[in-house]
């Protein structure tokens, strides 16, 4: 048994309803990376006015409205995240995320979505292209399903609304 299904009987029940095994809410795992703890304070010129917490909170409430169980994450340490996405292994159904600054550096969170296969949107504040040059790369642009940037904190709920149309799509593809 893999170390993190012996863990808690929580992740176990998580499991069952990501998977839509037990006909509960599918899961969506929604990662915030470095420095977006911050936000609300942070350069809000840039980045909005509106707290992280404030959007884990609108992001639930929307889940619930769509029938989706939303789990999020927030750190600022690649390696956490990439253990984050490895856990979602088999249990998220998509992944939404936002890796900031590791957007434009990090090998290692992209290999970890493409081993894990989890169909993945990812979110930006800002429309990185209208910024200095060296953000314009992102080392997950060409794994990701889609990207949604410049809509401030509202881009998280429009990747939500994305990310059911992918279930969606998936389950109309498996005859359910
Ligand atoms: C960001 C853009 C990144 O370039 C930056 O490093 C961030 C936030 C955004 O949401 O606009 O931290 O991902």
Known sequence: M???MA???KAGADGAAANGGSGGPVAVLVIHGPNLNLLGQREPEIYGRTR???????????GRELGLKVET???NSEGAIVDRIQRARGRARVLVINPAAYTHTSVAIRDAITACDLPTVEVHLSNVYAREAFR???TIAGIV???IMG??????LLALRAAKRLIETQRAAAGA
């Open 136 to 138: 314009h790369h992102s």
């Open 151 to 156: 809509f401030g904190a509202e881009g998280y």
């Open 73 to 75: 994450f927030q750190s």
């Open 2 to 4: 893999p170390p993190e």
């Open 145 to 147: 399903v889609g990207r």
């Open 52 to 62: 992280l917490g404030d959007i884990d909170r609108a992001l639930k409430q929307l």
């Open 7 to 9: 863990t808690t009987s």
